[in-house]
């Protein structure tokens, strides 16, 4: 996939960003 397994930290960082923008964009709504 291009990923290292040592980025696994910053992946999940990203993940978790995600999901806070998500929650964040439905309490707005």
Wanted: include cysteine.
């Amino acid at each position: 996939m291009g990923y290292s397994y040592g980025n696994s930290g910053f992946a999940l960082i990203v993940v978790l960003f995600i999901l806070l923008v998500i929650i964040g964009a439905s309490w707005v709504c």
